[in-house]
Every structure is written in structure tokens, then in C-alpha cells.
């Protein structure tokens, strides 16, 4: 594979292809999901949700990870969890009304983290904390049984709570960091650091 390098990275790479993909299936997936083509909808999400948890394991197993992919990655994952929260509110309203308490506190929780890099970093803060890639996993299949198998309160209330403590976390974090940086496991081992260094 060709080396093209950005910042001293070299930014091609299996990962950062996959959330290219993601970025580039977005308005289909959007144009289905407003024309209410349900079935075509779950089939991209559902690649699009295999591909976000492919795209950082293979980064971290071989050895991949850069601060472009990381960001790259961040923008491909809001993307994606728009898209899949659209079609929760077009698809799957009637079974998350009733708990959607939950799921408002999350996104205030979730966009509050956002706004907090953003105003004080100029950037999308393309950190990986372990309790925010949990927190995505847990969505993403969440997202996945869904749409393929239906609604499970108790996995609602999982993914859904546990992304909010994650967020919150990151915002945590982010108020602590002097700049964004890859490789910030969480704010337990962020204070570990600081107490030692």
C-alpha cells in the first residue's frame, strides 16, 4: 500500500480507509433513512457499526494508530451514531419512548463533551478513553440487535447509562489535558500520571 503522509503520519492505512468509509456512506445511509427504506437502512448502519469496531482494534493491534485516524475516526463515529440515532427515532420510536429520559440525558451529556474540545482545544477531541470505546461497543450492538432483533430494555438501559458516565468521564479529561493526545486510557490513569510526574 502506497505511504501518503500528513504531519509526519503515514495516514493510509486499513483503518483509516474503514472510517473513510463511514464517512463516505453517510448521506446514502441518511437518504434511506429519510425516505424510509428500513430494510436497506439496517444493512448499511449495521456494516457501517462493524466497520467503527473494526477500524480501532486493527489501529491498536498492529500498531496503526495516528492523530489524523484518530480524528478521522472521531468524525466517521459521530456520523455513524447520527445516523443510527435517526434511525432510532424514524424506526424504533414506539420502544424507546417510554425510556428516551435516558437517552436525553446522554446526547446533553454526549454534545456537553463535544463543545468542551471544541472551545478549548479549536478541534473535535479524537481521544479513545476506554470508558467512551466501551461505551461504543456496547451502542454499537446495541444499535445492531435493534435493528436486526429488536428492543431489550435491560441492554437499552446498559449501553445507554454507561455512555453517559463514559461522556462525562471525557469531559473530565478534557478539562485536565493540556492539548488532545492519542493514547489517554481514562481519568483514573490520566491522575496516575500526574502524581508521578
Known sequence: MKKIYVRGEN???VPNL????????FPVILFMALTGREEEFVILICISLVSDILDGNIARIWKLQTNFGAALDNLA?????????LGLFIFKWTEIEPHAWLLYIFLAVFVLSYVVGFSRFGKIPGLHLYGAVIAGYLQGVFFFVLFVFGFYEWFYYLAVGWG????????LVL??????????KGLYWLMQEEEKG
Do not use: C, P, Q, W
Open 175 to 184: 478539562f485536565k489535558l493540556d492539548d488532545i493526545r492519542i493514547g489517554v
Open 18 to 25: 474503514l472510517s473513510l468509509y463511514r464517512l463516505l456512506v
Open 164 to 171: 453517559a458516565l463514559a461522556y462525562l468521564e471525557k469531559i
Open 11 to 13: 495516514v493510509l492505512n
Open 77 to 85: 463515529d459521530v456520523f455513524t451514531f447520527a445516523m443510527a440515532l
